[in-house]
């Protein structure tokens, strides 16, 4: 039977493949569909595939003993997540947990084709680790984040990423606590304070940005 190859050239350096290593990628793996809610990975568990994301968004998140969570990064399409990788090579299980934020849908390529395709294709080889070296850069940005920026900063450039184009967030503050790795009171102390300036506007499950320039300032980020 043949499979559709399309989806090789989505990915960044896949496709100079040669087409050798290109049909053995295509014949082994598989294209997978979950829905959101779905839980891909969690602590402990070994990991039996590489997924790549053709669509959909993949959000991966650490929970302390403590029971808080933090959110480490996403994986978007067109992207791989670089903690399946690192255990991949390091034949280790999981630390952290990997939920499906929406219905997603991405490339299966199994244990043994990676580790084929790892030893023998130079391509493939330049492939993951260009992306596992991106992430890496981005995780040791969050321990940044975490470690000496002030959670006022923190906040105003995570709701400016996540507002949608009415600037308008479907979040929680419980939610907003994971994704910064503190608690809910925190969150919900500096929004009130956000709301006090005009800046914002809250209600239940919902957060509407009505004054962007200010949070721009404060994060020190420009948003289209």
Not at 36 to 42: D, E, R, T, W, Y
Request: net charge negative.
């Amino acid at each position: 039977m043949e499979r559709d190859s399309s989806w090789v050239d989505r990915f960044a350096g896949l496709g100079r493949l040669e087409q050798a290593v290109r049909d053995k990628l295509v014949t082994t793996s598989q294209i997978v569909r979950l829905p959101a809610g779905s839980v891909i990975f969690g602590p402990g568990m070994a990991p039996k595939d590489l997924l790549l994301l053709i669509d959909g968004s993949v959000r991966v998140q650490q929970t302390s003993e403590g029971g808080r969570e933090i959110v480490l990064y996403r994986v978007s399409a067109g992207e791989s997540c670089v903690l399946t990788t690192a255990c991949l090579l390091a034949y280790e299980g999981y630390l952290a947990e990997g939920v499906a934020e929406t219905d997603i849908e991405a490339v299966a390529i199994p244990r043994a084709t990676f580790d084929t395709l790892v030893a023998q294709s130079p391509e493939f080889r330049r492939f993951v680790f260009t992306a596992f070296s991106e992430r890496i850069t981005d995780l040791f940005r969050l321990i940044d984040e975490v470690a000496f920026k002030k959670i006022d900063i923190r906040l105003a450039h995570r709701l400016l990423t996540l507002a949608d184009a009415d600037g308008r967030l479907g979040v929680t503050h419980q939610e907003l606590a994971n994704e910064l790795g503190t608690t809910r009171e925190v969150v919900s102390r500096q929004l009130l304070e956000f709301q006090r300036r005009g800046w914002i506007k809250l209600a239940r499950g919902q957060i509407e940005v009505l004054d962007a320039a200010p949070l721009e300032q404060l994060a020190e980020v420009s948003v289209p």
